[in-house]
């Protein structure tokens, strides 16, 4: 179906996004997928073509464009079907820059979000921990003021670009009063924390997906961060927070889309090609029900991520859309991974098989930047309050 949101501009872009990611990028992807991680030349090269700031202040290197230039590249990025890739490269881009660029001040912007932009340096951002993840009023990370320092001292897990990252976007508790187990979502703060400080330790995690996304669990033992090194205001972390989260559950709604995009010319070309009981499996009606069903909730997807992209971008913090888009677009390409395994049988389920390495990856969008359940929490709140 055809989308009113796009111009001449993004197609004549999505052309040479996918080109450039077809050629230069996916040739590499199965060596980085089982290597867990990705090159520097990889992130140099995305920055030279303007990939990692394109939502970002000129001032920093961005590219300002508006939010359907970025949605195309993540469509496209979903669409190459590696999800560590998609990840590590949206959550430097989008999601753990984006408070830079949204409450960073000029030095921090200078220091930090330019060279990300160029893709001199690498980002991650650091929320989930060991005891808090769906639930961050539990996070228990926090920094003490000592002179012109903060002293951090906490564990962050599941830190997709823990491994690679030159810094973190780190939420950590600063107010003393609410420090403790329980504490609430008062007194939070963003902090950009140097990978290379002492006291800062990251061990890597065997993910089940995303495998190229070197995935950590960071420790923060006594690491002395220069006060200036606060994103925003003091205190006002959940705040920062609550509005970065919305961008990161379109981020995520939009890379599903992509994928489930991809799934579905993978299942058409698999049941045409496919001979069994003389004939293609596409003519048999079970498979033919199964692609007409998920290809008319792939258009609902495309027509709700876009609409949510357009309120985004009308300044409008659409809440609810981010968290349906994400709920249904993440949960839908799970159904076409699930579908695409199924169909071709058992050479989906080799260990090396395309199908198997969506399955694996498609699964963690459901639980990361927040659960389905946590999607349905707010849909549903929204509804009846
Ligand atoms: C591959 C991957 C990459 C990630 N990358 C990052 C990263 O870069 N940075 C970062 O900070 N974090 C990252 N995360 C962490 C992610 O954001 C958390 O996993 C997520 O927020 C869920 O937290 P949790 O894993 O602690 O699960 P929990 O919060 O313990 O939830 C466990 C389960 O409980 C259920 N549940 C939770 N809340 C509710 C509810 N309200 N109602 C009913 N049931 C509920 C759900 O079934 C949920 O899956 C990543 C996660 C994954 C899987």
Redesign the pocket.
């Known amino acids: 179906m055809r989308s009113p949101y796009f111009t001449e501009e993004h197609q004549r872009f999505r052309a040479h996004v996918r080109a450039f990611l077809t050629e230069e990028v996916a040739p590499g992807a199965d060596t980085w997928e089982r290597e867990r991680g990705l090159p520097r030349a990889l992130w140099k090269s995305l920055g030279e073509q303007g990939l990692l700031g394109l939502l970002h202040p000129r001032a920093a290197g961005g590219g300002e464009h508006d939010l359907f230039t970025s949605v195309v590249f993540l469509e496209e990025l979903g669409r190459m079907g590696y999800?560590g890739l998609r990840?590590a490269v949206s959550?430097h881009a989008y999601?753990?820059t984006h408070y830079l660029a949204a409450a960073g001040g000029r030095a921090l912007q200078d220091a930090y979000l330019a060279p990300a932009v160029r893709g001199e340096r690498v980002a991650?951002?650091?929320?989930?921990?060991?005891?808090?993840?769906?639930?961050?009023s539990g996070l228990t990370t926090c920094a003490e003021r000592d002179g012109d320092h903060f002293v951090l001292r906490g564990t962050?897990?599941?830190?997709?670009?823990?491994m690679a990252a030159d810094f973190h976007v780190v939420?950590v508790r600063t107010a003393p009063e609410a420090s403790g187990a329980r504490a609430g979502t008062t007194g939070l703060s963003l902090f950009v924390v140097d990978a290379a400080l002492p006291g800062v330790g990251a061990t890597p995690l065997e993910?089940?997906?995303?495998r190229a996304?070197g995935?950590a669990t960071v420790v923060y033992d006594d690491v002395r961060v220069p006060a200036g090194r606060i994103i925003g205001r003091r205190d006002s972390g959940f705040y920062y927070l609550m509005r970065g989260l919305q961008l990161e559950r379109l981020v995520a709604a939009v890379l599903a889309l992509g994928e489930a995009d991809r799934l579905l010319a993978d299942i058409r070309r698999w049941v045409s090609g496919r001979e069994l009981f003389g004939g293609a499996l596409a003519r048999l009606q079970a498979p033919l029900h199964r692609i007409a069903d998920l290809a008319t909730e792939l258009e609902a997807a495309r027509q709700l991520v876009h609409h949510t992209a357009w309120c985004y971008q009308r300044g409008e913090l659409p809440a609810t859309e981010c968290s349906m888009a994400k709920l249904y677009t993440t949960e839908l390409a799970c159904r076409m991974a699930d579908a695409n395994l199924h169909l071709q049988g058992a050479h989906g389920y080799l260990d090396g098989a395309d199908a198997a390495r969506a399955h694996r990856d498609t699964r963690?969008?459901?639980?990361?930047?927040?659960?389905?359940?946590?999607m349905?929490?707010i849909i549903g709140r929204s509804l009846t309050r």
């Open positions: 999800g990840a959550v999601m753990a991650a951002l650091a929320l989930t921990e060991p005891g808090a993840g769906s639930d961050l962050k897990t599941m830190v997709s670009n823990g939420a993910t089940l997906g995303w996304a995935t963690a969008a459901t639980i990361a930047a927040g659960p389905s359940e946590v349905r929490d």
